[in-house]
């Protein structure tokens, strides 16, 4: 009978924190219309990333009321109000990828085929693939019964039920971690689950409360009840693909933006829980009923026997105070709920390790009436647990000690992955200083912080007094909170460091790109100077009247001027690459002409350099004509290449020919002249002779 009242004055109490709950749900306002006047305050580098961006969001089409597509082809629900809201504060685009559960999405955006999941609890291991935004939605997951099956008051009384819960959600992997002997239907949608409860093929399902409520009043199944609530509490985020944290970034700011009223605008629109938790007013009132006429006997007893009045007292006393226990308790459990909503939302206001570790033992050690308390971080890399903040503590001395792993009661609490309870401090060696002196710690507890079986930190709490179920058990239900928004802090600081590191190479690509163009610069001057220069040289080749010709080792033509164009009949496209002795060496003469080649290529030397020769040449035409070449060699890396002219002299020999001939004819009149004037002056000599003969005077003068 005691159990009775007390598990149903916990049920009316429940009953009234529910009906509380919807009544803090508002209509609709026009703050979700007016989103995009909003102005989110980004960075240069996050406002670049958006620009041009249109972002294919991984949609599931009937998970309402998070997000759906309704009968109207219309994108709804509380996660697709806050998506829509937050792009629209963005100024970004959007396309839908309909059809997707969260197994799905996380394939496709593994694939690059999707952006941003809109509606996706966060979860150590998806953190591995994906990045997650801060909450826009907070919901617990209840148990869902018929009205007629038994009394469930927790997740732990499940036994011999058959328990439904939907297939690759965070709900069946939680229930397979922490049941993992209890048997688990796997169901593929909410409907589908709802109806097989309704219909009796399963007796429990287990499912966020605003999933539950919202399809159980849409397909109106009026013999279910939500019978307890689990310990399990989710939040809704947006997953971003991981190698875009500036989009991630983006999303926090935008999320950040909306104030409470315009949270509980988008959230009320599609959640209004008027659910009588847990209770079978049936049952109830079998109950109550039962329980007045035991009253009502009890007092008729208390006339007649009046020695039993005093006993009857006392278990009125024992119920009375049972009852006000339930009710501490009840209100206590309330407490847990908005102080772990509290946390959250300021655990993650925190922009580093230190500034998470100081705000959460500020927040965590006076619900737990502690007086002092350190939070270890684990340092991966040294292997060591280092403080980086605390509560009442001695930051230098506290800092000075490092744990490693089974060293210490904090090394042994991360060793062994669970509490450690001391409710007397051994030997008192702990002390704490206060204004009025110093005190010593009477209770200590340790708690693991954990990412599924990984120690990410220890805390370490002290107290006046031993700690109390509920406080032990509040402590163990933020820590998942604390791992999550110490995983997001960190993965936030590595992005810092990203974005720093990006912009020092930035500026270094800056330095070198400036050093670039300054040797851009020059090389541009030199090729305009070497350009002037060949200019110069072509001009100059051009302006001389001999064929000008550079050959390399295997007499390939690398240059060839207008006037080798004229001489030898072939153009400079024609001649270059081409073999020298071949278009200009008569038939007879290419023999000893590739024998000079082969001696030029290996040596340098040739019959042809060191002075003018003359030989003989042919054209395209096959005229030969005679031409004197002027050879000049030269080596450039390890290689022989020569220069040279060749000029025709074919006007030069036929001049040299007619003067040979006329200095024969000069020659031959002369020996005819000598000879005739010899002839005379032999006659003159016989004339004066005879007139020396005759007596007379000479008659010609004879000069020798």
Same mark, same amino acid.
């Given at each position: 009978m005691d159990t009775v009242i007390k598990m149903n004055f916990k049920r009316v109490l429940l009953v009234a924190l529910t009906l509380l709950l919807s009544a803090s749900f508002a209509v609709p306002s026009p703050a979700q219309e007016k989103a995009g006047s909003v102005q989110v305050d980004l960075t240069a580098e996050e406002r670049a990333f958006l620009a041009g961006k249109k972002l294919r969001l991984g949609v599931d089409s009937a998970r309402p009321p998070f997000e759906f597509i309704d009968e109207k082809?219309?994108?709804?629900?509380?996660?697709?109000?806050?998506?829509? =809201?937050? #792009?629209?504060? #963005?100024?970004?685009?959007?396309?839908?990828?309909?059809? %997707?559960?969260?197994?799905? =999405?996380?394939?496709?955006m593994d694939a690059g085929e999707i952006d941003v999941i809109p509606k996706i609890s966060p979860d150590p291991e998806r953190a591995k693939s994906i990045l997650f935004t801060r909450s826009h939605a907070t919901f617990f997951s209840v148990i869902v019964t018929r009205q007629d099956v038994r009394n469930i008051t927790g997740i732990d009384k499940l036994a011999g039920l058959?328990?439904?819960?939907?297939?690759g959600l965070i709900v069946e992997a939680t229930m397979k971690r922490d049941f993992p002997n209890m048997p688990l239907i796997s169901l593929p949608d909410v409907s589908t689950a709802l109806v097989e409860l309704s219909s009796g093929k399963i007796d429990v399902y287990i499912d966020n409360l605003a999933i539950v409520a919202y399809n159980i009043e849409k397909l109106g199944l009026n013999n279910l009840k939500i019978a307890a609530q689990t310990p399990y509490n989710y939040e809704m985020a947006f997953g971003v693909r991981k190698d875009w944290p500036l989009l991630a970034s983006a999303l926090d700011k935008a999320l950040a933006s909306f104030n409470k009223k315009e949270r509980d605008a988008i959230t009320g629109r599609w959640v209004s829980v008027d659910y009588q938790t847990g209770i079978n007013w049936a049952t109830y009132w079998k109950v109550i009923v039962p329980i007045v006429l035991v009253l009502l006997i009890v007092i008729v007893v208390v006339f007649v026997w009046n020695r039993s009045l005093r006993r009857v007292i006392r278990e009125r006393e024992r119920i009375q105070e049972e009852l006000k226990e339930n009710a501490r308790l009840l209100e206590f459990r309330d407490s847990i709920k908005a102080n772990l909503s509290q946390i959250s939302i300021? %655990?993650?206001?925190?922009?580093?390790?230190?500034? %998470? =570790?100081?705000?959460?033992?500020? %927040?965590? =050690?006076?619900?737990?009436?502690?007086?002092?308390?350190?939070?270890?971080?684990?340092d991966e890399q040294k292997g060591v647990l280092r403080a980086v903040g605390g509560y009442g503590w001695t930051e230098a001395e506290a800092k000075s000690r490092p744990f490693r792993i089974g060293e210490g009661l904090v090394g042994q609490c991360a060793r062994e992955k669970k509490p450690l309870i001391l409710n007397k401090s051994p030997g008192g060696t702990l002390r704490i200083a206060w204004g009025g002196g110093h005190f010593d710690l009477r209770a200590i507890l340790l708690q693991p912080i954990l990412e599924q079986d990984k120690i990410l930190g220890v805390t370490e709490l002290g107290a006046l007094q031993p700690f109390t179920p509920e406080q032990r058990t509040l402590l163990e239900e933020i820590m998942p909170t604390v791992a999550l928004n110490l995983l997001i802090t960190r993965r936030n600081l590595t992005t810092q460091e990203l974005l720093a590191k990006g912009q020092e190479q930035i500026a270094e690509l800056g330095k070198a790109r400036k050093a670039t163009l300054n040797i851009l610069e020059d090389l541009e001057i030199s090729r305009k100077e070497t350009e002037a220069t060949i200019q110069k040289i072509d001009a100059m080749s051009q302006a001389v009247n001999d064929a000008l010709v550079m050959i390399d080792g295997q007499g390939k033509v690398l240059f060839w001027n207008q006037a080798a164009e004229k001489l030898f009949g072939y153009t400079a496209a024609e001649a270059m690459g081409k073999d020298m002795h071949e278009m200009t060496a008569p038939a007879e003469a290419k023999e000893k002409a590739l024998s000079g080649l082969r001696q030029f290529a290996e040596t340098g030397q040739g019959v042809l350099f060191g002075a003018a020769r003359e030989t003989v040449a042919i054209n395209r035409k096959g005229e030969t004509f005679p031409v004197e070449v002027n050879l000049s060699p030269f080596q450039l890396d390890g290689k022989w290449f020569a220069v040279g002219t060749v000029r025709d002299i074919t006007e030069r020999k036929q001049a040299e020919k007619e003067l040979k001939a006329r200095m024969e004819e000069m020659e031959r009149f002369s020996r005819l002249t000598i000879d005739r004037e010899r002839k005379m002056i032999q006659l003159k000599e016989e004339i004066n002779t005879l007139q020396e003969q005759a007596g007379k005077e000479k008659k010609y003068k004879i000069v020798e």
């Open positions: 082809g219309v994108y709804s629900g509380i996660s697709a109000g806050f998506m829509e =809201a937050c #792009l629209q504060r #963005l100024g970004v685009p959007f396309v839908l990828v309909p059809g %997707l559960n969260v197994g799905a =999405a996380m394939k496709k058959k328990v439904g819960v939907l297939k300021d %655990l993650q206001k925190a922009t580093t390790i230190e500034e %998470l =570790a100081r705000t959460f033992m500020s %927040l965590a =050690a006076p619900l737990m009436g502690a007086v002092y308390g350190v939070f270890y971080l684990m």
